[in-house]
């Protein structure tokens, strides 16, 4: 079954994540109808993403996915996207290919697990939910529910859960959002998502949209 015939069932998720960003770059190019546009690293952060299709060839491995009205980026790197809809403070969709996790004893960072997911629902701190299995393009995947517990650890107001490069993903407290963790021979890929609880059902359907045609190589 694919993510987006299984991923709406799924109304009350709590989970929030936060995405970093490197304004500097080259413009990002207008995208029309069926032809897949080269996603670049924006000029400013964000920048308004037209409509259609994309492929992120710098990402490893090489990322495509369709966008529809309202979306803009503000990360392209070869580990990290970051699609908004209002401001990185308010909304995030990350695509990640995450090189470390973060130690919950010390905050230092660490090597991947080798079962990210298992790892993300042990985490001290991170209270998961809903776990099941769906597919992402071609590629067999496990989502959850999550959210920040009670009493929990926090560097600067946030829980930190894993890295890619120089970009690190932490969730605040109060947040709503959704993680999931993609097979791939290169390594576990991460979609992650996260809202306002008010606004989060309306974002998750235009979620659907980009998750929904994502697809990687490799």
Not at 15 to 39: E, F, H, R, W, Y
Not at 106 to 123: I, N, S
Not at 208 to 213: F, M, R, Y
Request: aromatic share 6%; net charge negative; hydrophobic share 45%.
């Amino acid at each position: 079954m694919r993510l987006s015939a299984v991923v709406f069932a799924f109304a009350g998720l709590a989970l929030a994540t936060a995405c970093g960003g490197d304004d500097s770059g080259g413009p990002v190019p207008t995208a029309t109808g069926n032809i897949a546009t080269n996603l670049e690293i924006p000029a400013g952060s964000p920048q308004a993403l037209p409509p259609g299709a994309y492929i992120a060839s710098n990402f490893e491995p090489e990322a495509s996915f369709r966008a529809g009205e309202g979306w803009s980026v503000v990360v392209v790197d070869i580990a990290f996207i970051s699609l908004v809809r209002t401001s990185p403070k308010a909304d995030c969709l990350c695509i990640v290919h995450p090189d470390g996790v973060y130690d919950p004893a010390g905050g230092a960072k660490t090597d991947l697990p080798a079962d990210l997911t298992a790892w993300l629902q042990q985490r001290p701190g991170l209270e998961t939910t809903n776990a099941s299995s769906v597919q992402v393009g071609n590629r067999a995947a496990r989502q959850m529910e999550a959210r920040v517990a009670e009493g929990a650890t926090l560097v600067d107001g946030r829980l930190p859960l894993f890295a890619a490069g120089d970009q690190t993903y932490s969730m605040a407290p109060g947040d709503r959002g959704h993680i999931i963790v993609i097979e791939h021979p290169s390594g576990p890929l991460i979609v992650a998502i996260r809202a306002p609880q008010a606004e989060f059902t309306d974002y998750f359907r235009a979620v659907e949209t980009v998750v929904g045609s994502l697809e990687f190589g490799g």
